[in-house]
């Protein structure tokens, strides 16, 4: 019987998959349980123009990331953050305020998890900060943290 998973079942397949199983299981457990539900053509049709949109939305936003990336080559911005007198953050900079500042300084919007630290930034100076967009699409720009007045 071919059935269509709607929730991930190990060593069976994905969410959306289409898969040819027993009768008996189908009926006894995977229907009983909700995990899928049996596969009609319109279905099938369905999942195919499903799965077309995602791989578009998919090579979109791969071409938007390149793009994004080629403006973030050489990029450099400055913050402006308290620290003590040593040169210490008060408040270590996070990838939200290195998004953010990326966007109020030069117009490039893009997704805090796509920017890297290995930990907060805690001190003053110069920092190369690693942007990945996944997929092999990667830069890095510098960041400045000055002392602010």
Excluded: W
């Excluded at 959306?16 to 279905?43: C, I, R, S």
């Excluded at 369905?46 to 979109?60: H, L, P, T």
């Excluded at 890297?116 to 400045?144: A, M, P, Q, S, T």
Aim: hydrophobic content about 40%; some cysteine.
């Amino acid at each position: 019987m071919k059935i269509i998973l709607l929730q991930n079942i190990d060593k069976l397949g994905k969410i959306g998959d289409v898969k040819n199983v027993a009768d008996g299981y189908a009926m006894n457990f995977l229907f009983t349980n909700k995990l899928a539900e049996p596969a009609t053509a319109d279905e099938i049709r369905k999942i195919e123009s499903d799965q077309i949109k995602k791989e578009k939305n998919k090579e979109n936003k791969q071409k938007k990331y390149k793009i994004i990336l080629s403006k973030l080559r050489g990029i450099s911005i400055e913050i402006r953050a308290k620290a003590s007198d040593a040169g210490r953050l008060f408040a270590g900079l996070t990838e939200d305020d290195i998004a953010s500042e990326l966007k109020s300084q030069k117009k490039i919007e893009i997704e805090s998890r796509c920017v890297k630290l290995h930990k907060r930034i805690k001190e003053i100076g110069e920092h190369n900060v690693d942007i990945d967009f996944g997929n092999n699409l990667n830069g890095n720009i510098k960041v400045k943290i000055v002392m602010a007045n």
